[in-house]
Nanobody, 131 residues
Framework: EVQLVESGGGLVQPGGSLRLSCTTS????????IAWFRQAPGKEREGVSC??????????FYADSVKGRFTIASDNAKNTVYLEMNNVKPEDTGVYYC??????????????????????WGQGTQVTVSS
């Protein structure tokens, strides 16, 4: 069973920074694509960023809305994938979810941030951007 545990959410002012963590098992970390999604009240879940794999040849992908502000990275020693959020905006508010999906290095880039590509989800962590 794939288990993902998010942490690091909270209240942050516009322009501030926050780092989210997603910790999983060694097996999941080594063999799955890991992504971050978010869902704002009344809106559909949207893909934020993903790692095609956590190895040396992994690729990163970002939604246009967060490019240049968010960074996804992994820590092999801790089986953890991070989402570093900088220069946050009120529209970044939502519940952030970590997800694991089948690793496919040949997947079309346009599919990498679609929720249906991921079969396992964490419980979510709330991020609120407000002054």
């Amino acid at each position: 069973e794939v288990q993902l545990v998010e942490s690091g959410g909270g209240l942050v002012q516009p322009g501030g920074s926050l780092r989210l963590s997603c910790t999983t098992s060694r097996s999941t970390f080594d063999n799955y694509a890991i992504a971050w999604f978010r869902q704002a009240p009344g809106k559909e879940r949207e893909g934020v960023s993903c790692l095609s794999n956590t190895g040396w040849d992994g690729s990163t992908f970002y939604a246009d809305s967060v490019k240049g502000r968010f960074t996804i990275a992994s820590d092999n020693a801790k089986n953890t994938v991070y989402l570093e959020m900088n220069n946050v905006k009120p529209e970044d508010t939502g519940v952030y979810y970590c997800a694991a999906g089948a690793r496919d290095d040949h997947k079309k880039d346009s599919r990498r941030l679609l929720p249906e590509e991921y079969g396992s989800w964490g419980q979510g962590t709330q991020v609120t951007v407000s002054s």
